[in-house]
């Protein structure tokens, strides 16, 4: 090429969920069978939509309004239906001007971040899901700004730690929170909601809050929406069926907007965005039309709870597993369907190996291993040896060395036979050097 063509913003754009997966695929072609723990997909690990979901859909498929156009906003009918939701729900006045549909969250994301000046930051936590904190170094192209989490709080956010960033550096515009938390698990408590809106409100930032696992939570926690503290600050929460119905395919998010009334700098920043959707025309139709049928149907409460006493099970059964093991630390999560396992990384070295017995995988791993955080290089030993496909925790803009787990399989003894078998691993890998 004549000039160079690649964006510097590009080097941020890493997401580690996804890139293990070349990992695991080159490992498959040398006869590896590979136990998918890396991606967040309920269907791909088994779960069934109940059959009155299904029987919605199939008959709004039947209609031709489905195939068609909608507002650039989203359906309006929808946005109605979704702004009484949280009027009704969190006293909060919102109209369906206030929300706006995108193509899932990763649209959704995209678009938030993108529309900010390239000197605005968005301070994010530590660990965090990979699309944010990639979104937010790339729009600035700058590496990420995070504020860390203390696991041992049950990975509640470091409140000090924060508000000292927040005020030594006045580039940040936004704090950003993921509640229910993905790699984690936690669930924040109103009082520490409470607090981050009190921050953003004395330095006059706006804040993000990532609720797509709003409705999935047990072990005693209570989801506690941003419009329910927000206030006067402004803020945008970001929702949507992928993980809720669940409906990963359908690739339907939205976000709901707070005050950009009472701030006419933050209303000019969602316009921003808006007309960004405009280029696009609109978001995918027909889970749009499928919302109001399928959260306004008497059985939709029922089918959350089932799902959330679903995954208290599974978590508290990995729980039970993982918590006996040396080496490793482990709080038992109450949202979302993850589990985030550290390691003591007084425990780790650069000699730790499993035993690879397919000659193929074990060349190519070991020489991939040598220049990798350790607990990625863990990860890919794992792959070699047991064919487990987990998530680092580096990869979730963390310092902190360990990886993520998902609740995910729907088959009980394949289930436990995967813990085990990567309990065992983690015994192995310790007290191999």
Same mark, same amino acid.
């Given at each position: ?59 709004? @498929? ?61 301070? *994010? ?56 938390? %993905? ?45 329910? *503290? ?17 409906? &990963? ?37 027909? &889970? ?9 149907? &008497? ?46 990384? #007084?425990?780790?070295?650069?000699? #730790?190996?499993?035993?690879?017995? %397919? ?9 991939? *291993?040598?220049?990798? #955080? ?15 496909? *987990? ?31 990567? @309990? ?10």
């Amino acid at each position: 090429m004549r000039r160079n063509i690649i964006s510097e913003a590009s080097s941020q754009m890493t997401y580690e969920i996804r890139e293990i997966v070349e990992i695991a695929l080159q490992l498959q072609k040398f006869g590896i069978e590979i136990t998918w723990e890396n991606i967040g997909d309920p269907v791909q690990k088994g779960e069934r939509l109940p059959a009155w979901i299904k029987e919605v859909v199939i008959r709004l @498929a039947s209609e031709d309004r489905t195939y068609g156009y909608v507002a650039t906003r989203g359906l309006l009918e929808t946005r109605m239906f979704l702004a009484e939701q949280v009027n009704r729900r969190d006293g909060c006045q919102i109209t369906p001007e206030d929300i706006l549909f995108f193509n899932g969250l990763g649209d959704a994301v995209a678009k938030v971040y993108g529309a900010l000046e390239r000197t605005a930051r968005v301070i *994010v936590p530590s660990p965090a899901y990979s699309s944010h904190p990639s979104a937010e170094a790339a729009h600035s192209g700058c590496d990420p700004l995070t504020y860390d989490r203390e696991p041992r709080l049950r990975w509640m956010p470091d409140l000090d730690d924060l508000e000292r960033k927040v005020r030594d550096n006045e580039s940040i515009a936004a704090i950003l929170l993921i509640n229910p938390d %993905n790699p984690t698990g936690a669930v924040l408590t109103r009082e520490y909601l409470e607090k981050i809106v009190a921050i953003a409100q004395e330095y006059n930032l706006f804040l993000v809050s990532d609720e797509i696992y709003t409705n999935i939570v047990y072990n005693e926690a209570k989801s506690v929406h941003l419009s329910e *503290v927000i206030g006067c600050v402004p803020g945008i929460a970001m929702r949507g069926i992928s993980k809720e119905f669940p409906w &990963p395919g359908s690739r339907c998010g939205w976000i709901e907007i707070f005050n950009q009334d009472k701030h006419p700098e933050f209303k000019k920043y969602i316009q921003c965005i808006v007309n960004a959707k405009m280029l696009e025309v609109c978001s995918t139709s027909l &889970p749009q039309h499928a919302i109001p049928p399928v959260m306004g149907d &008497p059985r939709y409460p029922g089918h959350l709870k089932k799902r959330a006493a679903m995954f208290e099970s599974r978590v508290n059964e990995a729980y039970d597993i993982f918590s006996k093991e040396d080496g490793i630390f482990v709080t038992r999560p109450q949202g979302a369907f993850y589990m985030s396992i550290l390691f003591d990384e #007084q425990r780790l070295n650069r000699n #730790q190996t499993l035993p690879i017995r %397919n000659p193929q995988a074990r060349t190519f791993i070991e020489a991939q *291993v040598d220049r990798l #955080q350790p607990d990625k290089r863990f990860a890919y030993y794992l792959l070699g040896s047991r064919g487990i496909c *987990v998530v680092p925790l580096t990869g979730f803009c963390c310092s902190r060395k360990g990886f993520r787990i998902t609740l995910l399989e729907s088959d009980d003894e394949r289930r436990i036979h995967t813990w085990n078998t990567l @309990a065992d691993s983690i015994r192995k890998y310790l007290s191999s050097a």
